[in-house]
């Protein structure tokens, strides 16, 4: 009778500290909205909580669990929101004026934000106070456009940023130049450094990834490039000097898709790597000829291989126009937004088989035209300490 009330209460004890119910936010488009859902990933319930605004939000970028970064495409707007623990978004400061932003990043050393504009061609970087409120103005740089090619190839297309894992470099993919800009991050904002060319044109470079050191001790630091006309990723080895990083590829862009699309079907869209760095997550929205959205896994080699990644399996988004995802922290669950099927699909991932489920175990509907999801969830951001970094400036160490 003792030894089964033990049991029992075990069993409730082990119930209640493997379920959780995880909180996302997700924003729209054309409902202009961002949204609170919550996910119980025993019985997989997957439920809008509340509308949270009205305006016309699209990125989101979160620091910690209480600060949020929204962009706004419509009145070129980048705002500060303090997040509640039920995903509630409440103004922090007044918006800034940014060039037509489509993605709002972080600087790790906390002195300002970053927003990159695909429709006009520019960055721009904001100072915000220690507690995370923007302080304008902002400050942009308008890149000149190419030779007049057709579009997006017409002008410069930043679409989005990426701060290196020491924190002193920042990033931005170049869809229309077919180019990364490189920045060395300061104190409230960043300078110039070099643009490093993609090996191939055009090919779109939309957004990246970071994998390799400290998520993988002995691996140096690797960047991740989703292009987003050839629909490919390409690998990028970090190598870093004093007062530099110069980028080095490994081995030659890994395609997203099955069959070769062609020109002017874009559909490779967001990248993500699994929290143990030892898979990416690529999506490829849909285009007419290629069906619904799909997710394309790859196996990420040791930099010492000759080619960076092996694509393991391409399975259905759930839906069409998956773009933008993202994986909880523990890499076990992916939420895809599918823009055009107005849902946002649950995965289950494993982030030691690369294995991802073919069908989602839940959908959320309710949200018209999602954009883009992210999950309410203390985590990590691996970076290197400062004798670390002095380690990778040395190459004959790392
Ligand atoms: C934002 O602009 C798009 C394109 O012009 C439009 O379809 C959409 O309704 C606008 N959204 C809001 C919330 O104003
Ligand atoms: C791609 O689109 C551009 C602009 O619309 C057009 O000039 C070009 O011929 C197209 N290329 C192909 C291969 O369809
Ligand atoms: C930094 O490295 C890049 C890539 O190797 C190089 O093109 C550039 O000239 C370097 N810049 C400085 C200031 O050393
Ligand atoms: C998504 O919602 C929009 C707006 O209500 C609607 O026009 C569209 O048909 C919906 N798409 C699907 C696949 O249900
Ligand atoms: C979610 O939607 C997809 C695509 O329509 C469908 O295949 C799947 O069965 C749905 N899953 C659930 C749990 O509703």
Redesign the pocket.
Known sequence: MFRSSLCALLALFCCKSFAATHTLIITGDSSGGAFSATFDDLNHDFSLTGSILNNGANWIALVGTSLAYLTFRNTSLVAAYDVSPSGGLTPAGAPVIVPVPVYVGVSRNGGFIFTASYPSGAIATVPVTPKGIPIPPAVSTTFAAPDPL??PQDQARPHSGIVDVTGQYLIFPDDGLDALHVYKIGATSATFLYDQPSPVRPSGPRHAALSGFPMVPNWIPRLHVVNEEDNSVETWIMHYSRNNVSLILQGSAVSTLEVHA???VSTAAELLISPNGKFLLASNRDAIPLGDGSIAVFRIEPPTAKTALTRVSITSSGGANPRSMSLDPTGKWLAVVNGNSNSTAMFIFNQETGVLASTPVANLTGITIPQTVVWLEDRKTPTATEAEILRLQRPAEV
Do not use: A, E, H, T
Request: aromatic share 0%.
């Open positions: 057709p579009s062609g020109m002017n």
